[in-house]
């Protein structure tokens, strides 16, 4: 039975473990097996120690059979993002003059899994600086899309998503300022959910300094996984109190929780243009949602292409006027044109264009709030284009604009401060159709519920193998 321990899901080896049905030293080392298999075609895995894993499994099982208390994740190993601090490892951002930049301490939301006793079972890939919809850098290579090993698996958590996507661990870690925790779970088949921000506490003791105002309101941290109880079990542990983030909320989770019953579809943000292979995966979940006895509205809120353009002004004017001076010198001809292609995007940027779109994203909340008091959700597209190829997004300024213009949805969500659950609907030409599921401001568990009503008829897609793989012989 151990060596199938990989497929199960987080709820169930968790309880499994706390159960003695098998032993967190079993399910790591069928992890790791299937780590060690699937690693080599996809490489999503950037970093794991095999002996360190093992032996924080036998702790684990020592922990039960002496009958501490034991904590929800108890046990159950998990993937973190190169971006984070992890103690004892690097973190290197991709980038190859960080590779040796050990954290001291773990970063608040790492902190927050470990102490519900989850076991650190490798880092996963990300774009320089995640700084990308895609994964790829100079320093650990590309991650391959595990449904299409031609395509991305989508940015900046793409080593995250296409690691659950083909069973190495149940949890994966992501954060999120542009989409990174949502549009590779479209990419990967996966589910998500991008917390409301104060959410998750946020903090790293390898960052030189605090960033500037627009990524602090509209960057977060949360959790992956195949499943959407899954997702909820990880976001619950992983939102405690951490005094070193001074935004951290103490909203409790049950807010927005109860029943909700009315969905506004958005399958064409602002008539935008959406590809038929995303348009049909929204379709079929406000059937699926229909099914399940909601009410499903075509009908979309105000102000979503003002929100977009917030984001690209706050968001891409930070990158280029706070990030690019800081790290200039040190990073790789990937990410030298991403940022060039930045400065094309905001070609006239001003501190009054920086202060007005704040001013801005406060008008565009109230709208979306007054639109919440009628719909308890949004289910929409992420984005509107599936997965793209690897490194397409480097083609061209012009290609920039399209391919940012397809996350309208997304980031719209960055720039609000708004939760967003991702769940997989179905296949199409080979791809994971997903959709997001939108609500107010610390509704997380409600985004949760539409999400599960929508899972429980469609079913997880995932964990698959990627194409070409053969499983080693026993």
Known sequence: MATELWRLDAVSLAQGIRDK??????????????????????????????EASLKAADEADRAVKSGQKLGLLHGVPITIKINVDVAGWATTNGCVALKDNIARENSACVQNWLDAGAIVLGRTNAPEFACRWETSNEL???????????RSPGGSSGGAAAALATGIGPLAHGNDLGGSLRQPAQACGIASIR????RVPAWNSTDPGDPGPGIQLMSVEGPMA????????????????????PEWTPAPLEIGAANPKRVALVVDPIKGGVNPQVAEGVRRAGKLLQSAGFIVDEVEPLGIEEAADVWRVICLGELITH???????????????????YHGMLPEFSTDMYSNAFARRRKVLRAWLGF???????VAPIGTEPPLLTDQDLTSLEFTRKHI???????????L???????????GEGLPQSVQIIGPPFSEMRCLAVAEAIEAQASPLTPIDPPGFAAPAR
């Open 195 to 198: 917390p409301s921000k104060g």
């Open 405 to 415: 213009h397809s996350f309208r949805m997304v980031v719209a969500v960055n720039a």
């Open 140 to 150: 650990f290579g590309v991650t391959h899309n595990p449904w299409n090993l031609e």
């Open 372 to 378: 919440f008091e009628r719909y308890d959700v949004i």
């Open 21 to 50: 049905d098998f032993s967190a030293r079993e399910v790591m080392a069928a992890c790791l097996d299937r780590l060690e298999a699937v690693n080599p075609t996809i490489n999503a895995i950037t970093e794991y120690r095999k």
């Open 226 to 245: 195949r499943t959407v109880r899954d997702v909820r079990l990880g976001l619950q542990a992983m939102t405690a109190r951490n005094w070193r983030d």
């Open 417 to 427: 401060g708004l939760p967003s659950a991702v769940v997989p609907v179905g296949t």
């Open 323 to 341: 990030l690019e001076p800081a790290v200039k010198n040190i990073i790789g001809d990937r990410l030298k044109r991403c940022l060039e292609f």
